[in-house]
Nanobody, 115 residues
Framework: QVQLVESGGGLVQAGGSLRLSCAAS????????MGWYRQAPGKQRELVAV???????NYADSVKGRFTISRDNAKNTVDLQMNSLKPEDTGVYYC?????????WGQGTQVTVSS
């Protein structure tokens, strides 16, 4: 059993910054990739950013240059630094980690960007 606990969401004005954090615990042998997804109202969940165990990163085009994903392998944590936030970044952000081919999801944290 793997538990993911997210923190750091909230309300921010456009142009502001937020930092999301996710900590994994439980029956963890080795984590492969870790990532963040988001779901806006009425839309499908979409990938925001992912980072491999070796540190390679991939970002959605819409957040490149504004968001930075990082991880601490010793602590099993993954963070998402979000700068220059836009109203279209509003949504529920979910942490996701892969152990082998199995994905585990956090409960989600709300990010609201006001114009």
């Amino acid at each position: 059993q793997v538990q993911l606990v997210e923190s750091g969401g909230g309300l921010v004005q456009a142009g502001g910054s937020l930092r999301l954090s996710c900590a994994a615990s439980g029956s963890i042998d080795s984590i492969n990739s870790m990532g963040w997804y988001r779901q806006a109202p009425g839309k499908q969940r979409e990938l925001v950013a992912v980072i491999t165990s070796g540190g390679r990163t991939n970002y959605a085009d819409s957040v490149k240059g504004r968001f930075t994903i990082s991880r601490d392998n010793a602590k099993n944590t993954v963070d998402l630094q979000m700068n220059s936030l836009k109203p279209e970044d509003t949504g529920v952000y979910y942490c996701c980690v892969w152990l082998g081919s199995k994905a585990y999801w956090g409960q989600g944290t709300q990010v609201t960007v006001s114009s």
